[in-house]
């Protein structure tokens, strides 16, 4: 079974509008993290935003918020006020476990943000 | 917020040469690094764990007599490609977690390199 599901392979967004990417999960540890990253073309990972399973309140980072739904194991990630610039791969990811464990990712979906 | 180098940010070699990438952890130190390999509009696939001091942990599929890790140093670790084939050109990318950080378990990715073998 896949880890890490998104099931959006892209995506169209106007800008100024705020925009959901879907993640679902799968994990029995009861300590896992996850988190989104963002690709833009040039390849590099950019950290956007975690969510640590014991955490009580749904992360944000500036425009970045993620929903996280326990008991439906989703943390999609919410962008507000599209921007241009957001145009990119988006990855959702998840750590199983504490400490140094490996990172499992999902396929991606691609964002584009339309003037 | 951490940086993570990579050397070279893209290389073409011929079939059947070794190509060696270096993974830099630039203001922290790291323990453990991760290497990953990334086709073309496909997602990030870990390749193996790279452990300070000690033998690379490889994922289930990867050749460790070809894609060879050597972790000599808190902040750097190599990813040497062995007989390079058109098939091993990828996108590789690698990260650290910060030792001496708590928190988030955050993984700082480098910026990848593009291997291209002819």
């Known amino acids: 079974a896949q880890k890490i599901t998104q099931t959006q392979p892209g995506m169209f967004v106007q800008e100024k509008e705020a925009v959901t990417l879907d993640c679902t999960y799968d994990?029995?540890?009861?300590?896992?993290?996850l988190f989104w990253y963002k690709q833009p073309s040039s390849g590099e990972m950019i950290f956007l935003i975690y969510?640590?399973?014991?955490?009580?309140q749904n992360a944000t980072e500036g425009r970045y918020s993620l929903n996280f739904q326990k008991a439906r194991k989703s943390a999609n990630l919410v962008i507000s006020a599209s921007q241009l610039g957001d145009s990119a791969m988006y990855f959702c990811?998840?750590?199983?476990?504490?400490?140094?464990?490996?990172?499992?990712f999902g396929t991606g979906t691609k964002l584009q943000v339309i003037p | 917020g951490a940086v993570v180098s990579q050397h070279p940010s893209w290389v073409i070699c011929k079939s059947g040469t070794s190509v060696k990438i270096e993974c830099r952890s630039l203001?922290?130190?790291?323990?453990?690094m991760f290497w990953y390999r990334q086709f073309p509009k496909q997602s990030l696939m870990l390749m193996a764990t790279?452990?300070?001091?000690?033998?690379?942990?490889?994922e289930q599929g990867v050749e460790k007599d070809k894609f060879l890790i050597n972790h000599a140093s808190l902040t750097l670790s190599t990813l040497t490609v062995t007989s390079a084939h058109p098939e091993d050109s990828s996108f590789y990318i690698c990260?650290?977690?910060?030792?001496?950080?708590?928190?988030?378990?955050?993984?700082?990715f480098g910026p990848g390199t593009r291997l291209t073998v002819l």
């Open positions: 790279s452990n300070e001091g000690s033998k690379a942990t490889y």
């Open positions: 203001d922290f130190q790291a323990t453990t």
């Open positions: 994990t029995s540890d009861p300590s896992y993290g």
């Open positions: 969510q640590g399973s014991y955490d009580q």
């Open positions: 990811a998840m750590r199983e476990g504490r400490g140094y464990q490996k990172v499992t």
């Open positions: 990260s650290a977690q910060n030792a001496g950080a708590s928190g988030s378990d955050e993984q700082f």
